[in-house]
């Protein structure tokens, strides 16, 4: 089963709902999909075993062979290639690496077939292990803006013989959806503010778009208002946890210490939230209990 | 003008709370709101919408199925996995490249322009506020915030505007890098925690790499005086400036709560703090 933790807004307690449940069960490997900004190790401490870099493609003009037609330039749909013609003896194709796709047209529709494409580094990815968790994480280079490639390959990375969890990154657009894409439960991190509200309900709408089971986790759910509580009632989202604010979290937090290795008692908890995931059944039986 | 972002790395760090209590303070500007895929600053500054546009950018595949032949080209170029065994769209995956409707040769797929999101002029107590929305599962957030900062740019222009402050967008990835270009000053306000310091120094690396004059301000700092001295540390090696430090406070939940900048809200110290922070900004 693959279950992505998800939140609208960052500084939610998402990453620390991915640790801690990685950390509370069993045979698991924990994808860090935050490639921006990936924080998940800092708590897992794995011993990184390897580490390899993330390429897209881009093309590579032969102008011993390019006519200068400036077909390359009319298919890309996103302005990475400009064709210079030549008025006297030599043109010249400028490509722009950062706003490239790699989606290979130019390469597929050249007539002359003078387009190769070549590997372009836009991050690392690195895997290890801490027990016998298994740890994977990518690192998208400074100054890069294609995280979604780099997401997909950290996610090719996925071991089906385990339970994976993946720590998506926040916001709403396309690296969230890159992340929680094709897996089976998404878990919401939201935190009871009017904040924390206005970024889930935009978040609840991705994942309803992609037809993605759901549930929440309401993080320092004793700060703030009960309007997020009143919103998952009226519109039927089973609240999987709460976790109320506690100072000792946040130390421990602070100091990159995960709260179940010290705490069995959170524990417990996300075993228990892991088995209502697994068993919906159980999981509607807990609800009516808590409306109850 | 002077054009100041507010970022952070890591979310949840109190950017929009500064953002916001500078909006409050600070005299003839412009705000703009960069953070499009989730934006908060209008929950504080209650905009009042003024000008509405649409957002359009990029395309999406279509395939009229009355003309496809089920060759199955189409699916066999795109890389995108976005075109499923009965030949049909996922218009979620499709990331607009057009490959699809070069191969077919049957003209079956047409490319359709997205609307992908609004963008607004609004007026607010404390001055115009320029926002967006990015639509549902879109694209192209960093055009989109090229955008909301293009405009801002040309009203604080039009208006003779001291400032143009921006809330910026979370992370390093497309849509900051859109929100540095052009900034006169970016201030990065972080905690002291691990992630937070983590965060922080892949956020300077990447206002250096575009060269932008950064001032640090360190959130909560109380709550862990360790991982402050660190933080404290790693900027006086660095030799970047440290321009403030705010304790924590449940008056600033509570501002939020009731949608009211901390800076006017909160009745105890962090008001004269923010100020104070103001006054070496501008
Ligand atoms: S399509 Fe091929 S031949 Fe034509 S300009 Fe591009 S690279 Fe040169
Ligand atoms: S691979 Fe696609 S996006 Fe890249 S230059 Fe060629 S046509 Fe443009
Ligand atoms: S290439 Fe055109 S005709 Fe062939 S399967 Fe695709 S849409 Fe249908
Ligand atoms: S436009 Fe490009 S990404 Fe979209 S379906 Fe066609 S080939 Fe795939």
């Not at chain 1, 916001?171 to 009871?192: H, R, W, Y």
């Not at chain 2, 039009?158 to 849509?175: A, F, Q």
């Not at chain 2, 001032?215 to 862990?224: E, F, Q, R, S, T």
């Amino acid at each position: 089963m693959i279950i992505s933790v998800a939140s609208g807004k960052g500084g939610t307690g998402k990453t620390t709902v991915a640790v801690n449940l990685a950390l509370s069960l069993e045979n698991v490997q924990l994808l860090d999909c935050d490639v921006e900004e990936p924080n998940a190790h800092l708590f897992i401490k794995p011993e990184i075993k390897e580490k390899i870099s993330a390429f897209t493609t881009i093309p590579q003009v032969d102008e011993t062979i390019c006519t200068y037609c400036g077909k390359c330039q009319k298919v890309c749909a996103y302005n990475a290639l400009a064709v210079i013609p030549s008025s006297k003896k030599k043109g010249t194709v400028l490509i722009f690496p950062h706003l490239c796709h790699g989606c290979g047209a130019c390469y597929l529709l050249c007539p002359q077939k003078a387009i190769k494409e070549i590997k372009r580094e836009i991050g690392i990815i690195e895997s290890g292990t801490v027990a016998n968790l298994q740890f994977v994480h990518g690192i998208l280079n400074v100054g890069e803006v294609m995280s979604p490639p780099l997401i997909r390959q950290v996610k090719k990375h996925i071991n089906n013989t385990k339970t994976v969890i993946i720590d998506a990154p926040p916001g709403t657009s396309c690296p969230v959806i890159a992340a929680i894409k094709n897996t089976d439960f998404c878990i919401l991190v939201t935190e009871p503010t009017p904040f924390g509200l206005n970024d889930l309900i935009l978040t609840v709408e991705v994942v309803r778009k992609l037809n993605i089971p759901f549930g929440i986790i309401i993080n320092r759910s004793d700060i703030g208002d009960n309007k997020t509580e009143v919103y998952c009632r009226e519109n039927n989202i089973p609240i999987l946890m709460r976790i109320p604010f506690s100072e000792d979290i946040a130390r421990l937090y602070s100091q990159g210490i995960p709260v179940v290795n010290e705490n069995e008692e959170y524990k417990k908890e996300f075993i228990q939230m892991f088995e209502s995931i697994r068993h919906p059944i159980k999981r509607r039986m807990s609800d009516i209990m808590n409306i109850i | 003008m002077k054009q100041i972002l507010i970022i952070s790395g890591k979310g949840g760090t109190g950017k929009t709370i500064l953002t916001a209590s500078f909006a409050a303070i600070s005299k003839n500007k412009v705000m703009v709101d960069c953070d499009v895929d989730a934006a908060d600053l209008h929950l504080i500054l209650h905009p009042n919408i003024k000008e509405r546009y649409d957002f359009k950018s990029g395309k999406t595949a279509v395939v009229n199925p009355i003309f496809c032949n089920k060759c199955g080209k189409c699916q066999e170029v795109c890389r995108f996995d976005a075109i499923s065994d009965a030949f049909l769209i996922d218009s979620i995956s499709c990331e607009g490249c057009g490959l699809c409707a070069q191969v077919c040769q049957s003209n079956a797929i047409i490319m359709k322009e997205n609307l992908s999101g609004e963008w607004y002029v609004s007026d607010t107590e404390y001055g115009p506020l320029v926002h967006a929305k990015l639509g549902i599962a879109e694209e192209n957030s960093g055009k989109l915030v090229a955008k909301v900062r293009q405009v801002a740019k040309e009203l604080a222009q039009k208006e003779n505007s001291d400032y143009v402050i921006i809330d910026g967008p979370p992370g390093i990835g497309c849509p900051v890098i859109a929100s540095l270009s052009g900034i006169d000053m970016a201030v990065i306000i972080t905690e002291p925690t691990l992630s937070g310091l983590h965060d922080l120094k892949r956020a300077i690396e990447i206002a250096l790499h575009f060269k932008i004059l950064i001032g640090i301000v360190i959130n909560k700092y109380d709550l862990n005086v360790d991982n402050t001295n660190k933080i404290e540390e790693f900027c006086k090696k660095t030799k970047i400036d440290i321009i403030g430090k705010i304790p924590f406070s449940k008056e600033v939940s509570k501002s939020i709560v009731n949608g009211i900048p901390a800076v006017l809200f909160c009745k105890n110290n962090i008001a004269e703090n923010i100020r104070n922070i103001w006054e070496k900004i501008k």
